[in-house]
């Protein structure tokens, strides 16, 4: 299925969630069986081959793909969530807002040294999640081979900020 065809699935919500942003709803594209199977099919085709032993998802939308696509990897899934999510020792990472702060954690155990490592998300923005969770990756001495989102907004940094890092983006969309 071409890419245009996947984002004509994405419902286009103006002003949400204020005035001024283009909010993309990817759930429209989630309930319809093509979309998803083009969506999880295109995530794969991408890392297969890859030498993959943990796959992260992060809070919330990147827990839609991450489990599949580790699946079919052969690799194990880990979920990064905000604050007091995880029931066992967590380390975690502070990060900037363009309002403030945030946080992420990870499982202490999650990630062992020397592990390759793809972190899967919905969206890439200015950057500021993906970063963070990379350094999570980092402090429990894991190794990001790659990050992969469905949607990426232009303009907004996030690519730049990742620089150091392979990135793939099944769309480009206008911020």
Same mark, same amino acid.
């Given at each position: 299925?071409?890419?245009?065809?996947?984002?004509?699935?994405?419902?286009?919500?103006?002003?949400?969630?204020?005035?001024?942003?283009?909010?993309?709803?990817?759930?429209?594209?989630?309930?319809?069986?093509?979309?998803?199977?083009?969506?999880?099919?295109?995530?794969?085709?991408?890392?297969?081959?890859?030498?993959?032993?943990?796959?992260?998802?992060?809070?919330?939308?990147?827990?839609?793909?991450?489990?599949?696509?580790?699946?079919?990897?052969?690799?194990? +899934?880990?979920?990064?969530?905000?604050? &007091?999510? %995880?029931?066992?020792? $967590? =380390? #975690?990472?502070?990060?900037? @807002? /363009?309002?403030?702060?945030?946080?992420?954690?990870?499982?202490?155990?999650?990630?062992?040294?020397?592990?390759?490592?793809?972190?899967?998300?919905?969206?890439?923005?200015?950057?500021?999640?993906? +970063?963070?969770?990379?350094?999570?990756? &980092?402090? %429990?001495?894991?190794? $990001? =081979? #790659?990050?992969?989102?469905? @949607? /990426?907004?232009?303009?907004?940094?996030?690519?730049?900020?990742?620089?150091?890092?392979?990135?793939?983006?099944?769309?480009?969309?206008?911020?």
């Amino acid at each position: 299925m071409p890419q245009t065809d996947i984002l004509s699935m994405i419902r286009q919500v103006p002003d949400y969630p204020k005035a001024g942003i283009l909010f993309y709803d990817i759930t429209t594209a989630l309930e319809n069986p093509v979309g998803l199977k083009a969506i999880m099919d295109r995530f794969i085709a991408q890392y297969s081959g890859s030498k993959i032993d943990k796959v992260i998802g992060t809070e919330a939308r990147g827990f839609i793909f991450a489990p599949t696509i580790a699946y079919a990897l052969n690799a194990g +899934f880990v979920p990064v969530r905000k604050p &007091k999510k %995880l029931p066992s020792i $967590t =380390v #975690g990472v502070n990060y900037a @807002l /363009e309002y403030g702060t945030d946080r992420l954690e990870i499982h202490a155990d999650a990630i062992k040294p020397g592990e390759r490592v793809l972190i899967i998300d919905d969206l890439l923005a200015t950057g500021g999640t993906a +970063f963070a969770t990379t350094q999570l990756v &980092k402090q %429990l001495g894991g190794q $990001t =081979v #790659g990050l992969g989102f469905l @949607l /990426e907004l232009d303009g907004l940094g996030g690519r730049e900020k990742l620089a150091e890092f392979e990135c793939f983006a099944m769309l480009n969309v206008p911020a």
